[in-house]
């Protein structure tokens, strides 16, 4: 099956390469080098350049590489980035060329004020549709929360980008949970993002390069997840000259240190960022708030060696922690009633990889990935004193090679696997008084493989199409005992029947193929209407029954039961440009198909279950809606307006009434918002001042309701029916900063900015929930069920920073 899956692929890029060779009978010649910065020489990602005579071009990879074939001659070539002065050049043409670019920065032209780090002109060129790529030299610019940028919450402001609200860990994209993101930090996931339970992200702006976000036409070469990527490259350090960067907010500093080790050879850079909420805390008088410890740091460094003008070798490491405890928590699920539990958790990534130029046409990277994601919660109590602890590991080989048989043809093809180890949970006594039994679920692990191709061709100058395929193979391979449940009873602990030691080969194996589409039609030079298709399989997911992913979620395997996730999207899109690409604007529509969704039954506990199938339900699912995106570019006012209309629905159906949700109809899952509106504006007032401000408004997340009550032994009890068929109220938030750039005009090395901003100016107790208390009054049946509204942020947080470069 796969040496014909091969085959297939091998002869559908020889037919499309043979049919385009007669096309270009001609001789042609590769222009190639690299497009950097003049004042450091770092690349420009994404750049364009193209020939003036033809009006064929490309775009720089992400290390500024590209690559042209043109004729023979003399001909004009033009290089536009945002940001910076476009760069004309002649060039003469008779063989084979390499030429690198230098481009300048506009420091000083207050008519270009950039939100996008790429060509204007790309919202209408681009291939794919639902791709965004961010700026962090605009992202700076917006408001913050207690002065950290975050660029998780950046994503908010985008089309079709939800969260169920403040302090909530991930986001979720066209209608997808929050582990169905892969976000990728130079190739290594990240399995948790956050710190300070979801409040910020793990990411130091200070280190980031360029930020990709997949949520439409998602390329073959990524995999493993059903609803977006989030693709972060980190930057490159200065080979040129010692630098060091950094900045100082409400809730940590940052510091960067970035310098040559050998000229133009080897450049190294390091970037922290610790926190002292809470040192804070502890000036704050109220004893639960002062016994309170909220802390994290992270710590990002990347090494460069570039042996030859064709190879460059890099590797990357990061680690994050945190460190989370509110004075008087329990844990319920542990039935233990803990006075205080410390909750901790740790990400460990590296990243080996080797890029070498063969040619002209062929580059190849070869990859080695290691990541790892460890989750603790210790209770000190002494009689009650334990340690629950569960971790996940991921170790990654893969191997990615571009090839540009023609000007008009871009061949992307790789093969990848990737090893699991899952612990899902260990309690263990924490002293030598605990009264704490062990319990230790059974160790997961699996492989997962792919191989991948893609094809962009422009088949005229106004029509394109990417074809892509991906065969991904998956198999679990954990020891341990698989059950087997009564037939014609709900599965449970008590209707086990039998067990079966797996043995060393796969006990359970999925597989199969992803195809992947994405067209475009360019109406005129401002306006295209673009098409994709993509399919995605997913082997692991998150468990958790709570709105937030805390760290006592566990990742969990497919296994006999637990099927792969697959969604089948299908989006349309029309793409305009107005006022010589001043503005851009675009609307999107989307229909996706969901299969194997997961839900879990009522009053689920999984905190430790051995038994996870008899809890999780799996379904289908469909999620649709539109997006509308309006983005000015230029001038002293830019910024953009999103609006997102999407519905979200489950249909869990299961042989008996226990494996049934909401009577076998559809229901909303908890993420669920039909309407999002976000409004994004800058004004540059003066060369160092800026203002800006963040308005977005949503509706609530569903919410289970209690629609009666029952009363048992003089309690009142509320009585739940269908799920998630109410919501909670909806969302508002305003938020307003004001920027002082560094003086442009002076020319010494030590350059400082500040950055003011109000989170949530307008004082809105936005509700992050619905709950429901029983008061007694002393009365036998005179039981009262009281509703609360849970505010996270609930007022208005001024915060300041500064941040320095040296």
Do not use: C
Request: overall charge positive; glycine content about 6%; aromatic content about 14%.
């Amino acid at each position: 099956m796969k040496k014909a899956i091969l085959g297939s692929i091998s002869f559908l890029f020889f037919f499309l390469s043979l049919s385009l060779s007669v096309t270009y009978a001609q001789r042609k010649f590769t222009l190639s080098g690299v497009i950097r910065q003049t004042s450091n020489e770092k690349p420009l990602p994404r750049a364009a350049i193209y020939v003036d005579e033809t009006g064929y071009g490309s775009l720089s990879d992400t290390l500024g590489r590209y690559q042209i074939l043109i004729p023979k001659g003399a001909f004009n070539i033009t290089v536009t980035y945002q940001g910076f002065f476009t760069k004309h050049q002649r060039v003469d043409i008779d063989n084979n060329l390499i030429l690198d670019i230098l481009m300048d920065e506009k420091a000083n032209d207050l008519e270009e004020v950039v939100v996008s780090a790429n060509s204007a002109a790309q919202n209408v060129k681009r291939l794919e549709t639902g791709v965004t790529n961010l700026s962090i030299k605009n992202i700076k610019k917006l408001p913050t929360l207690l002065g950290e940028l975050d660029i998780i919450k950046s994503l908010f402001s985008l089309p079709g980008v939800a969260s169920v609200g403040e302090g909530s860990s991930g986001f979720n994209v066209r209608g997808g949970n929050v582990d169905q993101n892969l976000i990728l930090m130079d190739n290594a996931p990240i399995f948790n993002a956050s710190h300070l339970m979801g409040f910020f992200s793990v990411f130091n702006p200070d280190a980031l390069r360029d930020i990709n976000f997949y949520r439409g036409g998602i390329p073959a070469q990524y995999g493993g997840r059903t609803a977006s990527v989030l693709n972060i490259n980190l930057k490159d350090a200065n080979a040129q000259q010692f630098s060091i960067s950094g900045g100082v907010g409400l809730v940590s500093s940052r510091l960067m240190i970035e310098a040559p080790i050998v000229k133009d050879r080897m450049s190294f850079f390091v970037a922290s960022r610790f926190s002292y909420v809470g040192y804070l805390f502890k000036l704050i008088p109220q004893q639960n708030i002062k016994d309170t410890k909220a802390d994290f740091y992270d710590i990002t460094a990347k090494l460069e060696f570039r042996p030859t003008k064709k190879d460059k070798i890099a590797f990357t490491g990061f680690t994050g922690f945190d460190k989370f405890k509110v004075a008087g928590d329990s844990l319920a699920n542990l039935e233990v009633n803990a006075s205080s539990s410390l909750f901790d958790w740790r990400t460990t990534n590296a990243t080996l990889a080797w890029v070498h130029s063969h040619n002209a046409k062929f580059t190849s990277k070869v990859s080695a990935v290691y990541s790892s994601y460890d989750a603790n919660i210790v209770n000190p109590d002494s009689a009650l004193a334990f340690k629950l602890a569960s971790n996940i590991v991921y170790k990654n080989i893969k191997a990615d090679f571009n090839y540009l048989p023609f000007d008009k043809q871009k061949i992307d093809f790789g093969i990848s696997a990737i090893d699991y180890q899952i612990q899902p949970g260990k309690l263990s006594p924490d002293s030598p008084a605990s009264q704490i039994n062990p319990v230790t679920l059974r160790n997961e692990s699996a492989l997962e493989s792919a191989i991948y191709a893609n094809d962009e061709i422009e088949i005229t100058k106004k029509f394109s199409i990417l074809v892509g395929l991906r065969y991904s193979y998956f198999g679990n391979k954990g020891r341990g005992y698989s059950f087997k449940y009564q037939d014609g009873l709900p599965k449970s602990k008590e209707t086990i029947v039998d067990s079966t030691l797996n043995g060393k080969g796969f006990s359970q194996a999925y597989g199969g193929l992803e195809p992947r589409f994405s067209a475009k039609y360019s109406l005129n030079d401002n306006a295209s209407i673009k098409f994709s298709l993509n399919r995605m399989r997913q082997y692991i997911q998150l468990i958790s029954n709570t709105t937030a992913a805390l760290p006592t979620a566990r990742w969990k395997s497919s296994d006999n039961y637990m099927k792969p996730q697959i969604a089948d999207q299908i989006s349309i899109g029309y793409f305009q440009n107005l006022q010589d690409n001043k503005i851009e604007a675009s609307i999107e529509f989307f229909y996706k198909k969901l299969t194997n969704v997961s839900d879990y039954k009522d009053g689920a506990n999984l905190l430790l279950d051995k038994f996870p199938e008899a809890s999780i339900l799996q379904g289908i699912g469909r999620a649709y809606g539109a997006e509308l995106y309006i983005k000015k570019n230029i001038g002293l006012i830019t910024g953009w307006l999103s609006y997102t209309y999407s519905q979200t629905e489950f249909l869990v159906k299961g042989e008996h009434e226990e494996e049934t949700i909401n009577n076998g109809k559809y229901f909303p899952p908890n993420y669920n918002k039909p309407h999002i509106l976000n409004l994004i504006a800058s004004y540059q007032a003066t060369k160092r001042l800026s203002f800006s401000t963040n308005f977005t408004y949503s509706t609530g997340r569903p919410i289970t309701y209690p629609t009666a009550k029952i009363y048992v032994g003089g309690l009142v009890v509320p009585y739940y029916a269908n799920r998630n068929q109410n919501n909670i109220p909806n969302y508002v938030r305003l938020d307003l900063a004001m920027n002082i750039d560094a003086n442009p005009y002076k020319t010494q090395r030590f350059k400082g900015s500040w950055n003011f901003s109000v989170y949530n100016a307008l004082n809105t107790r936005n509700a992050y929930s619905i709950f429901f208390r029983t008061k007694s009054r002393y009365v036998q049946y005179y039981n009262r069920v009281d509703i609360y509204k849970l505010s996270i942020l609930g007022s208005m947080i001024p915060s300041i920073s500064y941040n320095f470069k040296f």
